[in-house]
Structures are given as structure tokens and as C-alpha cells.
């Protein structure tokens, strides 16, 4: 079995559809979105359907990606990873070299397991989990004065935050009676105490969540809370949770009421459906829909093993993206859920796609002769459609774009006005940005004209439930790593956040030593730096 | 006083940036972030200041922007505006012929206004709110048992939504004691629904915002929020305000406890500080701030009437856009404010720009042979930092970014670990990727290395205040506005938005037509849009 990528234009496809790439699909033309089109480009795997008749492509392109999917062996790669690979790294330089595997954290359905060791050790934390959230169901767990918790404050930053917010509001709907979830994750002092001045306390659980124990800003404000605590007379200790590492500098039982643990084969932007997301989740949601989350995103991992593109949409939505960034020439794509408990689910996104694939070499350590990853951005339609869809249907750039609907609401909650509900206003909406994106409108006056060729897919599910937000979850965490497998580069590392935090470890060295010595000019050893400081009003009182 | 753009191809110095562009200022040469550069880059207006060491510009490019702005007349414009000019047009065309007076509401100070019936107008709607509030506070106006109202909950989308939210959740700090707003945008019924199972309706305010009186999210949600005032026992007209254009279908104080008015020549997503925000600004915290707010936004619309690029930051902005984007070939722009409170300042800003100017044609409806509006997105730092950091570092892809900092924090609540306060590593961070983007880093190891050249900006104020956060709105619409002179567009219409409504109204007769009549067929008038609503599964009782 192959680990071993190719360069995207070492591959014999990638000249072909370079050439296709002269005249795509022209999505305009009379004729061009046929029913049988429409009908037939679509694609179903757990619950979800993917319909992407509005993409630039057709019969012989899509036999073409299929050929570049073959070729570079995505699938084979797929499949090497969810077995334990050791994909993250980089040949011939110093690297991470782990394993990549969040997918064994939900392949506790089907025995045995892809790797059953990992998948041993989620199953064995779930069970933890469990015991746990049976405690404070049964009222064994309380806090010092004999009562319930009631809220929990979740403090984490970047994957231990983004996708555990997004999962929470996304299933708010299905918030347990009496329990709610607040996040801190930003060094900003303000977030925290924004956070800290709603809430009691005493009823209040802290689940602090670090793979490394050594985050900066959550270290920073679990010690501004554990303050918070002591001050209000609490024993932080009988409060707070830890979800990190074994061995890590947080892996100390002692100072928390519980402890949760995730492990190195699991990056922080693919841990949602790891402790990092499901101590939280359970508390807000309830173990079986913890249960039903990690159901959708296995359904949706098991599908994305299929070969064949026409029946794979992570692997589909995964070649669209190549197809429309490298060969069409798009930089960015949008995430466009219509479905306002989506709200923070393009943030997540941006994340998991942009720090995976945000990288300028290859898996050699050789520049890489194309594009990787595009910006992802999005806010939930149809508010989307009242700010920035006028430049995605009529500004200068191509904006390729996924819309994520549902059917039926979260609350079954609606009205009827002028004959239709809000619901059907919604999908309706829906369905016509897709049409319009992509058919354009020709018009006598040039400021109502629309040139269409606009790329884009829908992603529609029945409801918006722990199961479909698993399956929908899993969907892009496997389309993510399908690009970053087409650009052969290492979707799993993130080096790129080194400089930043060296240079903010030497700012602050300036800044602290100026508080201890007011005659502390750091401009000795740090030109630019120090000027910096300086510039921006840090240094008000120097006399210089 | 030249109203009348050039298109920015066919300005002298066009093609001299064009020269200048294959040679940008290098960031990364040894010595060329000078402490010299650092400290004179930068320019203060409204207590805000711009640092710009971090562009890739140097004085020949500055003296070559300055030229650019002269001859687009950039600034005269920007004054015609604010006098009445018919800016939103397209020549020769059917085009909304409208005035372009948003600065109007806050050119309040300094008498004789520029424009002096429409800041009348914006002057008595400030004396009704202050009455309106002043009633409130005095415990004059209740609710029907004769309680004071604490909630209010705003309905309204696009330019009644972003704009106003992102002012609301950046101003928190400074609410009332028992006031409290909550926001309803979306037509997904889950919104509405989200927000009125939390809320006692019997202390709330209801304030439905549209300018045209016709939007259909906003008529939607009213329609289902008075249903659950209705069905609460409660008078919807004893709760609800109006705010919307004179004459619209809104304009009807019968049904409303109070309206409110704005106007033609505000265009939604300039319509922050006018009535549209400053109803619910009001409630939440205060007359007093409210002319915090306008008056900070006022300073920053003097500043910006400046010719001198090196003095004005709003033009210094729009010049970089346009540099970055039209001759080093960016195609997006992030934001990224280091204060957790600006949230979703980015989101608005998002809107603010993209739907100004996201357009193709010139205002004299010319296809632009140039690009316009950049993508804007961005989401608070530090927390970016641990997301999609890693792409601006080291993607293939460069990101300009514009830094947003303050120096102290709002609540003033921090703890001092390892020598520096919380507020101070944020600060550091800012700072340090500011440097991190533009310097760049060598390395033996390729995936420790980082090109650097990454241009941006830093934008750092005192403190996030009223007065500060009316400054920073303003500079922002400032420097869309005048992008859009030098773009030579009309950055005030949103034709782009129309195709897709008129398709959606189509969708919707056919999920009407079926509701009524499980014979009706909508394929034999709509062959793609029936055929998209069978795809999407919203017809599956169909036999065919």
C-alpha cells in the first residue's frame, strides 16, 4: 500500500485537465442544467447529499479527476491513515512524525477497528465520560454546597475551541435541561471576564483543554479563572476538568476534579470528536447524542473509503476544490450554511482547511510549483445574501461555493406568510443562489447583468442532528485531507505558527523588562522590535 | 468640484505603479525595517493610529500614490459626497440616482453642516431617540404591568444586522445595568425561535429595521415574533418600534409604540449610525454614548477630508488596498482585530466592503478592465493565530492584513503571570506578527521557513470606546468609498443581489403551488428550478 505522494503536476492528468481547463463546462449555455443533469449529478453517503450539477465540470472531466484520484492515489493514502501511517511528516527534515488518527476516535461501531489500539483508547476514555456524566445526571457529582452544575466554561484555544463551538451551537436545540456551555479562548483579558461576570460560579464546572499543556493563552486564563475561583472562596481543584496529553505539563490528576485524555496521533483541528469536543458536548448534550455524533461522522468516514468519485462526496467536493483552485484559478471558496445554528461551522472550517493546507512545500520539503490550500470564509445565508453576495454574483473575482442546508428546521417552529414557511423560504433561497451563481442573467443594462459560470455545490441533509453534524463534520475532515493528499503535501503540521510566537516571546521579554527597570531599552538587541513597541504608544514614558 | 471618475487604467500614474509593482519595496533586506521607518510610518487621526512600516511601500511608491490620489480626485469626491453629490449612479443608465449622505447623521458638531437638511433630519430622529430614551429611563414608558423594559430584541438583516451588531458586541463593556439586546436576521425560523424561548417578551422591545419596509427576512420574522406576542397575551403594538424609510409599508406609527426614520440617501450598510443602529445603541447603552459614538465617527470623517496621503489613514488605507490588490496581485484582505469584542467587526466590514465594492462595471457601465473589491474576511487574533495563521504564513497564497489593537483592555480586569499581564501578550502577539509577515525567517529546514513580504497594517486606539469605535466605523467607510472612486464604480447600489431574490420567488411558487395541489408540476415552466427542488428531496411525495 502506497503512503508515497506525487507532485500534482508530475501526474499525467494534470496536463489533460490543464487543457480541459480552456474551456470547462459553460455552466450559461441553453441547455446546460438539465434535469437529467441535475438528477444525476448527485451523490449520497450517510444522510447527506451532495448535488453538484452547478460545478464546471462533466462527463469527460469527471472521468478525469477520477484518473488524477487514481493516479495519486488518494484513496490508498485515505486508507493508509485511518491504519495508523505515520503521515505527518516530512521526508528527509526534522518533523512531527505521528500518526493521523482522529478517524479511530469514532471506529468503535464496526469491530474490528482500523487501529485498534487508538480506537481502544477513545472507547476507554468514553467510558470515562460516561461514568463521569451518569455522576452528575444522578446528582452524585455536585459542587460544595450539595448542588447541581449547571454551566461549564470551556477553556481552549484554536482546535480546542473553533470545533467544539461549532458543535455546541450547532446543537443548542438539543441543550439538556438546566446546562449551558460558555467558551473562553482569546488572550484578551476581556473574553474572559465578559465570560466570568455572567455566571455563578459555584454551579460552574472549567474544562480546561491543551494536547501540549503548555498553550499560552489557555494556561494564561485557566490561572485568571482558577483566580476567579479562589476569589469567590471556591477550591478550584473541586472544579476544574483537564482534557490534554498523557505527560503533558496539565497531566497532573491532583489539581483537577477529572481528567480526560487525547493523544499525539490526533491534531488539535481534527480533535472534535475527541475529548477536546465530547467532555463539553456530553455535558450540554448528553452522552447518546455524543454517541449519535460519533455514529455520523464513522457512517461518513466509512463512505469517504469508496473509490469510485461519483459515489464519494468527501472525495468529490476534495477534487472540485482542486479542479476550481489549481486548474480555474480560484483563490478562495465560501462556506455557506443556511442554517443559522451553523453560524461558527465556516470558522471551524477555515481552520481545519487553512492550517492544514496552508503550506508551500511538498512532503519532500521541495517548494511546491502550485497552489495548496484556498482561504475559506462564509457566514450562514440567507444573511450572507443581504452583505457579501454582490461581489460572488457580479464582482471581479470567482468565488467557487458550498451551500449546507437541511430540510426541516432544528425547533419545528414556524409560519406560514404568503403561502409558504419560513423553512420554505429558506431552501428556496437556497436553491436560487445555486441557479443563479451558475446561470447568470444577460440584460440590456450592464449593472443588472450576472455572467454566471459561478461553481458551486449544495450539501443537504434531513436536520441539522448530532448525527448529521457528525456526518457533515467528518465530510469536510476528510475532504481537507483528500486535497492535501492531491497537493502531496503534509496536511498535518503547522510550522508556520513558530515566528509568530518567538517574536511575541521577545516583545514580551521588552515589556517585562521595562515594568521591572523604567531605564530597560530593549532596542540594543532589537531594532525592529523595540521600534515597534515604540511606534505603537507601548512605551509612552521613554525619554530618549 | 469633479464628480466625474477616471478609470484606474487610464491614470498617468497607472502604469507607473504598474513599473513600480515589479520591484516592491523588500521587507525582508537586512535593515529594512528601520527604527527611522517604523517611527514615521504612521499617521494619526481620531486617536486612532495607522502604522504602516509593515507595507511594501517606500517613498517614491507614497509620492506615486499621493499622485494617484490626486489625479483619481479621490478627495474631492469624498468632499462632494458629504455635501449632497448624486453619487449612487450609474451614467446612462436606469440607476437608483440617489445621494450618498451616511456622514450626514454625525456632521452634527461643527455648524454649518455640509449638508445641511439631511443632518436636520439626522438631528431631530437624535432629539426623538434622546426622548424616547429619556422616558425609558425615567421609568415613564413600561410594560403593560407597569415594569421597566430590560431586553430588546433587534430584527432586521444585511445592513439593519452586521453593522449594528458588530457596534453592539463591541460596546458590552458599556452596557446599562438591566439592559440587554438579542438579535434576530436569518429567515430560518431556528433563529427567531433561538432567541425568543430565552426572553420574558413582557420586558421586551421588539425593534424591526428595514429601510424599504419590504425586506423579506425582516417582514417574515416581525410577522412571527407578533405572533408570539400575540400568543404571549401581549399587544405587539405596546412592544414593538419601527425603524424604516418614510413612506414605506412600515411607515405606519399605528402599529408601532414609536418609529424612527431614516432615509434614501443612507445606503443599509452605511446606515450604522444612523437610526438603523442607533435606536438599539440607545437602549442598550445610552444617549451619552450614543453621541460618543458620532462624535468619535465625525472626528474620523474631518480627518479623511485630508489630501495628503501621509496625513489622512482612510486614504492611506484605500491606496494600500488598491496597491496590494490591483499591482502585487492579492485577491483578499483579512482583518484581524486583537480585541475579542470586535468579534464581529469583521463580519460587517465584510459586508461594507464587499457589496460597496464588488462590482464589474464602471459608473459609466463599462466593463472594469481591472479587478475591484478584494474578499474581506477575518476573525479576532489571538485565536486566529491558532487557526488559519499558518496559510497567511506560509500558504502560497499572500494575505494582506490589517492588525487592530488597543492598548488598555475594556474592563480592566488582568493578571500579571510571568511578569506580563494579559493585555501585554495580546499586544506582544499583535506586534509580533506584524513583524513575523513582513520580515519572513530563513531556515535550513524549507518547512521552517517563511517568505515573508506579507504586507499589513496595524490600526491601535487607546481603548475600545464609544468615541473609539465611532472612529474606527468611520475610517472603514472612509476607505470603501474612496477605493471605490479609485476603482471608478459605483460602490452604493447592490444590483448584484436582485437575481437571486426574483429565482428564490420562483422556487417558492412552486413549494406553494404544491402545498396546495399535489398535482401541481412546476418542471413544464422551470425546467431547472423544479428540477433542483426534486434533487434537493423537497418533493418526494412526487410520482412520476
Chains 1, 2 share one sequence.
Not at 512531527?96 to 469514532?106: D, F, I, P, W, Y
Not at 475551541?161 to 476581556?190: C, E, K, M, Q, T
Not at 483537564?242 to 490526533?266: C, E, H, K, Q
Request: with cysteine; proline share 5%; glycine share 8%.
Amino acid at each position: 500500500m502506497t503512503t508515497v505522494g506525487k507532485d500534482l503536476d508530475r501526474l499525467a492528468t494534470h496536463a489533460r485537465l490543464q487543457e480541459m481547463a480552456k474551456s470547462p463546462y459553460d455552466l450559461t449555455a441553453p441547455n446546460s442544467l438539465t434535469p437529467e443533469r441535475i438528477a444525476s449529478y448527485r451523490c449520497r453517503a450517510a444522510g447527506i447529499d451532495l448535488l453538484y450539477a452547478t460545478q464546471r465540470v462533466d462527463e469527460p472531466t469527471l472521468d478525469t479527476l477520477q484518473l488524477l484520484a487514481d493516479e495519486s492515489g488518494v484513496i490508498n493514502q485515505f486508507l493508509a491513515m485511518k491504519k495508523g501511517a505515520v503521515l505527518n511528516r516530512i521526508e528527509g527534515y526534522e518533523s512531527e512524525n505521528r500518526q493521523v488518527l482522529h478517524t479511530a476516535c469514532r471506529d468503535i461501531f464496526h469491530p474490528p477497528a482500523q487501529a485498534p489500539e487508538a480506537s481502544k483508547q477513545a472507547t476507554d476514555e468514553l467510558a470515562k465520560l460516561r461514568d463521569f456524566l451518569t455522576e452528575l445526571d444522578d446528582n452524585l457529582l455536585l459542587n460544595d454546597k450539595g448542588e447541581p452544575f449547571t454551566d461549564m466554561i470551556q477553556v481552549g484555544i484554536g482546535g480546542s475551541d473553533l470545533g467544539p463551538r461549532a458543535l455546541y451551537i450547532g446543537l443548542a436545540a438539543h441543550l439538556l435541561p438546566n446546562r449551558r456551555v460558555h467558551f473562553i479562548s482569546n488572550v484578551d483579558p476581556d473574553d474572559a471576564h465578559a465570560v466570568l461576570q455572567e455566571l455563578d460560579l459555584s454551579r460552574t464546572l472549567v474544562n480546561v483543554v491543551s494536547k501540549s499543556g503548555s498553550t499560552l493563552e489557555t494556561l494564561t486564563n485557566e490561572e485568571l479563572v482558577r483566580t476567579a475561583y479562589s476569589k469567590a472562596g471556591l477550591d478550584p481543584n473541586h472544579y476544574f476538568l483537564a482534557v490534554t496529553g498523557t505527560g503533558s505539563p496539565m497531566d497532573n490528576p491532583d489539581r483537577y476534579l477529572r481528567s480526560f485524555y487525547m493523544f499525539d496521533y490526533i491534531g488539535g483541528r481534527y480533535s472534535a470528536t475527541s475529548m477536546v469536543g465530547l467532555v463539553m458536548l456530553g455535558f450540554a448534550v448528553g452522552y447518546d447524542a455524543v454517541i449519535e455524533i460519533l455514529l455520523g461522522a464513522n457512517d461518513m468516514d466509512r463512505a469517504a473509503e469508496e473509490p469510485e468519485i461519483r459515489k464519494n462526496p468527501a472525495l468529490l467536493l476534495a477534487l472540485f476544490c482542486v479542479w476550481n483552485h489549481n486548474f480555474l484559478g480560484s483563490e478562495t471558496m465560501a462556506v455557506l450554511p443556511y442554517s443559522q445554528a451553523l453560524l461558527r461551522f465556516p470558522a471551524h472550517l477555515q481552520q481545519c482547511e487553512m492550517e492544514s493546507n496552508g503550506k508551500s512545500i511538498s512532503r519532500e520539503g521541495e517548494p511546491l510549483r502550485y497552489d495548496s490550500g484556498p482561504i475559506i470564509w462564509g457566514e450562514p445565508g440567507t444573511n450572507g445574501q443581504h452583505a457579501f453576495y454582490q461581489l460572488i454574483h457580479q464582482g471581479t473575482t470567482i468565488v467557487p461555493a458550498e451551500f449546507i442546508g437541511f430540510r426541516k428546521s432544528q425547533y419545528s417552529q414556524d409560519i406560514m406568510i404568503k403561502e409558504t414557511t419560513s423553512q420554505d423560504k429558506l431552501l428556496a433561497n437556497l436553491l436560487a443562489q445555486s441557479l443563479a451563481l451558475a446561470t447568470g442573467q444577460k440584460n440590456d443594462n450592464p449593472n443588472k447583468r450576472f455572467s454566471g459560470n459561478r461553481p458551486n455545490s449544495i450539501i443537504i441533509a434531513d436536520r441539522l442532528t448530532p448525527y448529521s453534524l457528525g456526518a457533515l463534520l467528518a465530510l469536510y475532515e476528510s475532504r481537507i485531507v483528500m486535497q492535501g493528499f492531491l497537493w502531496n503535501i503534509n496536511s498535518f503540521d503547522q510550522e508556520g505558527v513558530q515566528l509568530g510566537k518567538n517574536l511575541a516571546n521577545r516583545l514580551l521579554t521588552h515589556l517585562a523588562g521595562r515594568r521591572k527597570d523604567p531605564s530597560y531599552h530593549g532596542g540594543d538587541t532589537d531594532l525592529a522590535g523595540w521600534a515597534m513597541l515604540k511606534a505603537a504608544g507601548l512605551m509612552d514614558d521613554e525619554q530618549e
